[in-house]
T-cell receptor, first 118, second 113 residues
Framework: AQKVTQAQTEISVVEKEDVTLDCVYE???????LFWYKQPPSGELVFLIR??????QNEISGRYSWNFQKSTSSFNFTITASQVVDSAVYFC???????????????FGQGTILTVHP | ETGVTQSPTHLIKTRGQQVTLRCSSQ?????VSWYQQALGQGPQFIFQ???????GRGNFPPRFSGLQFPNYSSELNVNALELDDSALYLC????????????FGPGTRLTVL
């Protein structure tokens, strides 16, 4: 069975602070995908990143960066110089790789509510 | 904009009734998945359809059923509604290929009274 744990239920920061959202996962698959989604109040899930399990390079996209460590089964997300518009619920998710039984099925964590104050 | 639309936006039903939710995706997106998101929780996988056949199911009872049509639209049907079925229902679509990127619709908020 697959499981994703986001231990931080809520995080509150002041604008321009850096913030890291933690994600720990469990899976028996040897290859898998990891994702981060953003859910603003409107409810639509916005795709942020997909990472293959065999690619452990960290990734940076503007103010966003992701740290994938297979040894600790973690896929953490950092927002640098946070802005009020970053306020949302953030979900980490896991799915199997192509050809596996859990391919296409996303297992989500509970989500972290991020509030950025001006 | 993901190109995925869902209808209706909001819906109120009473316990025991039946409901049909609809999802329309981009041309070429032949896989659709449905998720249930209770308040304060992460989305839970209900089932997935590929080329009009169910292709994977989560821990949901048979009263949750679906259909996928050749025009890339799909339906989620829930019979004998229960209070705990109150949630945001999200559909996600993706095309063929190994990228596995899913595009989510805005969701339907179902309230069961």
């Amino acid at each position: 069975a697959q499981k994703v744990t986001q231990a931080q239920t809520e995080i509150s920061v002041v604008e321009k602070e850096d913030v890291t959202l933690d994600c720990v996962y469990e899976t028996r698959d040897t290859t898998y995908y990891l994702f981060w989604y953003k859910q603003p109040p409107s409810g639509e899930l916005v795709f942020l990143i997909r990472r293959n399990s065999f690619d452990e390079q960290n990734e940076i996209s503007g103010r966003y960066s992701w740290n994938f460590q297979k040894s600790t089964s973690s896929f953490n997300f950092t927002i640098t110089a946070s802005q009020v518009v970053d306020s949302a619920v953030y979900f980490c998710a896991l799915s199997g790789f192509a050809g596996g039984t859990s391919y296409g099925k996303l297992t989500f964590g509970q989500g972290t509510i991020l509030t950025v104050h001006p | 904009e993901t190109g995925v639309t869902q209808s209706p936006t909001h819906l109120i039903k009473t316990r025991g009734q039946q409901v049909t939710l609809r999802c329309s995706s981009q041309s070429g997106h032949n896989t659709v998945s449905w998720y249930q998101q209770a308040l304060g929780q992460g989305p839970q996988f209900i089932f997935q359809y590929y080329r009009e056949e169910e292709n994977g199911r989560g821990n949901f009872p048979p009263r949750f059923s679906g259909l996928q049509f050749p025009n890339y639209s799909s339906e989620l049907n829930v019979n004998a509604l229960e209070l705990d079925d109150s949630a945001l229902y999200l559909c996600a679509t993706r095309g063929s290929g190994g990228a596995n990127e899913q595009f989510f619709g805005p969701g339907t908020r179902l309230t069961v009274l």
